[in-house]
């Protein structure tokens, strides 16, 4: 990880938006850079491992990563996601449209 002589710690709100939707019980998140000079920040920090952490207790099943460098965007695909789906949760969100609001709150090291 690319480490700042002066730094500080963020929510990835302040530096970038997020979509998110549903395929089943699988969720689907987006993550996208305001300022493409953030790109690389949110590439090297916003990992498995962070997103895993962010949705604990709501995600019980394999989290996959994809980057998009052309759009300067990551994609989370999150398996058991959704209370088993649409057809059968009974969560108040069973499309998963508000699951996007969890990423913004993980946090991120930028320059100063």
Do not use: C
């Not at 498995?48 to 300067?72: F, H, S």
């Not at 969560?91 to 699951?99: C, E, L, N, T, W």
């Amino acid at each position: 990880m690319t480490t700042y002589k002066n730094s500080r710690k963020v929510s990835l709100r302040e530096i970038a938006f997020s979509r998110s939707g549903d395929k089943g019980d699988i969720a689907n998140v987006s993550l996208i850079p305001y300022e493409p000079e953030h790109w690389e920040v949110i590439r090297e920090q916003v990992t498995i491992e962070m997103v895993r952490d962010l949705y604990a207790g709501l995600v019980t099943g394999e989290i996959q990563r994809y980057e998009l460098p052309g759009t300067r965007a990551l994609n989370f695909v999150m398996h058991g996601a959704l209370g088993g789906g649409i057809a059968v949760s009974l969560r108040v969100d069973g499309h998963g449209k508000a699951m996007q609001s969890l990423i913004l709150e993980g946090q991120v090291t930028i320059p100063a």
